[in-house]
């Protein structure tokens, strides 16, 4: 079993950045694809970004591409994502997950973390 706790998260004006992180612990970190989501008050939970575990793949939803940057350190059981151009759309609670294959389908994913709050102001 693998434990997970995002941190970064707060509150940012559009336009600014951020940079999540995904500790892991309980595992070995690099056995597994890895994902992030999130889920904005009402909606569901939906896909930004995934990486395999060497991190040589990385996959983005349509509505990050070109401003969101996955990635991970397999030495330090770590994932990351960074956020650039954020707007206030991207406002929403961000999970990181652990998964078997590389997909954008939440219930593809094993293990979550409790997730960290991003609030971009316009």
């Known amino acids: 079993q693998v434990q997970l706790v995002e941190s970064g998260g707060g509150l940012v004006q559009a336009g600014g950045s951020l940079r999540l992180s995904c500790a892991a612990s309980g595992s070995t970190f690099s056995s597994y694809v890895m994902g992030w989501f999130r889920q904005a008050p009402g909606k569901e939970r939906e896909f930004v970004a995934h990486i395999t575990r060497s991190g040589s793949i990385k996959n983005y939803a349509d509505s990050v591409k070109g401003r969101f940057t996955i990635s991970r350190d397999n030495a330090r059981n770590t994932l990351y994502l960074q956020m650039n151009n954020l707007k206030p759309e991207d406002t929403a609670v961000y999970y990181c997950?652990?998964?078997?294959?590389?997909?954008?389908?939440?219930?593809?994913?094993?293990?979550w973390g409790p997730g960290t709050q991003v609030t971009v102001s316009s």
């Open positions: 997950a652990v998964g078997g294959r590389p997909s954008s389908v939440v219930a593809h994913y094993d293990y």
